[in-house]
């Protein structure tokens, strides 16, 4: 039984903001129904994005509604509050943030009060100072960025099968991808497959028309994989007329024109921008002791270091490795640890609560898989490497056993099945971006959207 009443915080709705909740709606269950605690989740969305499932989303092998898990569904047991965090002063235990209905109440920001505070607000993209990079690139963090990047692919391939200049027909048909991480070759090797499908159904537009290119700053990509299956990757993606270019830089995409560090051009109307991740701002704003990489300094137990009451786990947090062999090392910013974390986070608040004793957060990474289309995969598990399409197998049957809830589980194998039995569907939705375009311009209102203002080149 909990001391006293106890208010706790999650900041964030991701991985570890779910995860963290769920686990404390069961390990507080008694608590939570004599009111003993409360738990209060606050997240800029109303859904967890499960990310690895955002290419095949991209792809169109999986429905955009199954990628997402909805918040108020799964964390019945809590308050869900959609807004974002805006400061946090720890020492006075209270947390500035704005909500939907912030603007239009014109009272200014709210104020909320806890007693534990979990800070999971994850990561944004780590954008340089590249010229044209914000007017032209779209980024592949979030399912509306995977949606709104497979309608563009469709109706690049739409304008260049129906232009009568080869110039923009050449722009069309150039997908330029930046990071060679797991986001960039995903994406790329997804959307080509699908992109390559599609053109069969285009009676002028070929697949060897379409030029892909992986720009990467280092000598490898996917590095999680280890260096042999990256080289494998290299090779795989080349043969398929992929223009992967290693130790090189995107130094401009203005005027819709891809300028690369060997001095390469490419007239593109798509650059797609994964080369990195980076803290969220929130942390910034809060009391909190921060590492030089402007994460959160914690514990092996999951806490704020030199901090009560105050926990943090997943991309936000510098979390020790004590599996190990080099001291100071810390545990990768990625899902494999952010989903184990949470449960032991969720473990040691209730602990905590309980006066009990708090428990180590300890996990050696397993390896890694990643999907390189359809059939198509390289895999570095336990020390095994796999290729093709033994490693793209593992690569859906782990993540199915990883997407949360019986029931996204169900629909995501569904849709495979239907799949395996049906042909694609390459329709581009674009207009969706744009709901009220068609009504206004019956009503006599706006004009459609001029495409030399659309950041992405949509219609």
């Known amino acids: 039984m909990v001391k006293e009443r106890a208010r706790i915080l999650i900041v964030g709705g991701g991985y570890v903001g779910m995860y963290t909740a769920l686990r404390l709606q069961r ?60 400061s946090i002063d720890h020492a006075k235990r209270t947390a ?28 944004i993209s780590r954008a340089l100072p590249v010229p044209g990079l914000a007017d032209y690139a779209i980024g592949f963090k979030t399912v509306e960025e995977a949606i709104g990047l497979r309608n ?15 110039a923009i027909r050449d722009a069309a048909l150039t997908y330029v991808f930046v990071g060679g991480g797991y986001a960039g070759v995903e994406a790329l090797g997804e959307l080509e497959d699908m992109a390559r499908y599609a053109a069969r ?19 490898r990509i996917l590095p999680e994989v280890g260096e042999e299956m990256g080289k494998y990757t290299v090779t795989q993606l080349r043969r398929r007329n992929i223009d992967v270019r290693l130790e090189t830089r995107l130094d401009s995409c203005a005027d819709r024109v891809a300028v690369l560090s060997d ?6 109307r798509t650059v797609v921008w994964t080369a990195g991740v980076k803290p969220h701002p929130i942390l910034a704003a809060t009391d909190l002791p921060l590492n030089e990489r402007g994460r959160l300094q914690c514990t092996p137990q999951l806490t704020v270091d030199g901090v009560t009451h105050a926990w943090a786990a997943g991309d936000a947090a510098a979390v020790p490795d004590v599996t190990a062999a080099e001291p100071d090392k810390e545990t990768a ?12 986070l969720g473990d040691n608040i209730a602990h905590s609560l309980r006066d ?31 290729k093709g399409y033994p490693a793209w197998f593992m690569h859906r049957v782990y993540h199915l056993s990883r997407v949360p809830t019986f029931n996204r589980k169900a629909r ?17 939705l674009g207009s969706l971006e744009h709901p009220r375009a068609e009504f206004e311009l019956a009503a006599g209102g706006k004009p459609p959207l001029d495409p030399k203002l659309d950041p992405k080149g949509s219609s």
């Open 412 to 428: 995501v194998l569904a849709e495979w099945t239907l799949a395996g039995l049906f042909k694609r569907e390459i329709v581009s």
């Open 263 to 268: 001095g390469a051009r490419f007239p593109t």
């Open 96 to 123: 500035t943030l704005t909500t939907l209905a912030t603007e239009e109440e014109g009272a200014g920001p709210v104020q909320i009060t806890y007693d534990e505070l979990v800070l999971a607000p994850g990561s």
């Open 333 to 344: 910013p990625n899902a494999q640890h952010a989903v184990r974390q949470a449960r032991v």
């Open 152 to 166: 563009h692919v469709i109706e690049q391939m739409d304008i260049a099968s129906s232009t009568r200049d080869p």
């Open 27 to 86: 390990k507080l269950k008694p608590e939570l129904k004599r009111g003993e605690v409360e738990i209060t989740v606050v997240s800029p969305e109303p859904y967890m994005t499960y990310q690895p499932f955002l290419p095949e989303a991209a792809a169109g092998s999986i429905s955009p509604r199954h990628v997402v898990v909805p918040l108020r569904r799964v964390l019945d047991q809590c308050r869900i509050v959609i807004g974002e965090v805006q």
């Open 201 to 219: 159904y285009y009676h002028n537009v070929r697949p060897e028309d379409m030029k892909w290119i992986l720009v990467e700053a280092s000598n």
């Open 356 to 386: 009990e004793a708090l428990e180590t957060y300890s996990h050696k990474y397993v390896g890694s898989v990643a999907s390189l289309g359809l059939h198509k995969g390289v895999a570095h598990v336990y020390g095994r490497k796999l």
